[in-house]
């Protein structure tokens, strides 16, 4: 099991103090279970019932079906991107808003690394190639962020390639919603146990253990990398017209809810159910960067 994943253990320094993490012992140290839901500063003390999770879900995916007829009789194209941390829930929040839409109009897309040909293109033509076309919804499981995250922490651009990227990005987002795409624009946010938490539940899991990569383990200890990165991120590229939405997401069943209700009181399609929907908890989602603060 996981004979892909790099076995070690890891120095992590936390709040002043210094800790190992093994991601590989099957049993999970006593300080990130009990700290994990509350890292970060979680607001809340327990994880939403898992009953009123589906219920409430079931709701709003019938809101996105009547989201996706109007999209076809309008011809009106959606972009959904979801960015945060390894481990912070992207892919179980697009698999949960896109798992009863039609999946040839409701696309995700995960892209890989980039080919030889690719890398030689503008840093966006291979994001910019998967748009949505009339009466699509795109949602993407990372995107052209990466060059604002990932690889200036992880030595895969250079330093020139990312403040270009900072400055372009505007751009390239005002063009989209000028065009008339609703863009919406996602990050995860979450504590460090919790995502140390995240990282050993699926390590543990033969049914998950493919999601950890030798990458999130080297990443392991450029936490504060990453913080840095993600601030500057948010600080650079929210816009009037282009917001980030900010969710925490130590309990991916609020995140998830909160996340499909702000997509559908944002958009005005037909025979739309407000008390389906129902309100936004403010105490997870937010809008723009000082959500974090």
């Known amino acids: 099991m996981g004979e892909d994943v790099e076995s070690r253990a890891v120095e992590l320094h936390i709040d002043g103090k210094t800790r190992m993490f093994d991601v590989d012992n099957p049993v999970l140290p006593d300080w990130v279970d009990d700290q994990a839901l509350a890292s970060g500063g979680y607001p809340y ?3 939403l019932k898992e009953e009123e999770y589906l219920e409430e879900l079931e709701k709003l995916q019938i809101e996105l079906i009547k989201v996706q007829f109007w999209l076809q009789a309008t011809g009106k194209r959606v ?18 808003t896109s798992a009863h839409m039609n999946p040839r109009l409701a696309r995700a897309v995960a892209l890989t690394k980039p080919t030889d040909r690719e890398a030689g293109q503008w840093y966006f033509q291979r994001y910019v190639a998967q748009f949505p076309t009339a009466g699509e919804f795109v949602l993407f499981d990372r995107s052209w962020y990466n060059r604002a995250g990932v690889e200036p ?5 250079t330093p020139e390639q990312y403040e270009q990227f900072l400055k372009q990005t505007p751009h390239l987002e005002k063009l989209i ?8 624009k996602f990050y995860l946010d979450i504590g460090r146990e919790m995502q140390l938490k995240r990282f050993h539940d699926r390590r543990h899991d033969p049914r998950a253990v493919w999601k950890l990569s030798s990458m999130d383990i080297a990443a392991l200890s450029k936490w504060k990398d990453y ?3 993600r601030d500057r991120m948010l600080k650079e590229t929210h816009t009037d017209y282009a917001p ?3 969710l925490h997401a130590n309990d991916k069943r609020r995140a998830r809810l909160n996340l499909i209700r702000h997509i559908l009181l944002t958009l005005d399609y ?8 129902g ?5 997870i989602l937010g809008r723009g960067p000082h959500v974090l603060k």
């Open 279 to 283: 309100e936004i908890d403010d105490k």
């Open 45 to 47: 003390k327990k994880k």
């Open 244 to 246: 980030w939405t900010v």
């Open 270 to 277: 037909d025979r739309k159910d407000q008390k389906a929907i």
């Open 79 to 96: 972009i959904a991107l979801f960015e945060g941390r390894d481990a912070a829930g992207k892919g179980g929040s697009i698999a949960a």
């Open 227 to 229: 913080s840095e990165k």
């Open 153 to 157: 922490v992880m030595g895969f651009c």
């Open 177 to 184: 919603v000028q065009d008339g795409i609703f863009f919406f």
